[in-house]
């Protein structure tokens, strides 16, 4: 049987989480990154404040490109992928001792 994992490491421990579905590790790991980086989310316009107040936003164009994340409970699994996709790699400079991953497995006998 498949199943997702999504894996985390920071300066606070190691923390894996195993899913049924890849939409609900997807779901898990766009919830860490959008913590971990400070996404405000919840609406249209804490995200545009949000670009606004970001001190690297303008001269960045990996912000710039960044997919709003607001409705990302309702997402498609092309629509989580995308935001992973682009939030995960922000981590890598922005974020101390931090590292997620998302992979797919077999459960073994």
């Known amino acids: 049987m498949d199943i997702w994992v999504f894996t985390e490491k920071g ?3 190691f923390y894996t989480t195993t899913h049924l579905t890849e939409k609900g590790c997807l779901l898990s ?3 860490v990154l959008i913590d971990v980086l400070g996404v405000d989310a919840d609406t249209e316009e804490m995200w545009e404040q949000w670009k606004q107040t970001e001190e690297t936003w303008e001269n960045d164009t990996e912000w710039a490109e960044l997919p709003c994340p607001v ?3 309702e997402m498609t699994l ?4 995308n935001i992973f996709e682009h939030y995960e ?3 890598w400079d ?3 001792f931090f590292d997620c991953g998302v992979s797919k497995t077999q459960v073994q006998p």
């Open 78 to 81: 092309k629509e989580l992928w």
């Open 71 to 73: 409705g990302w409970r």
């Open 11 to 13: 300066e606070d421990g």
């Open 29 to 31: 790991a766009v919830d």
């Open 94 to 96: 922005r974020v101390d």
């Open 89 to 91: 790699p922000l981590t």
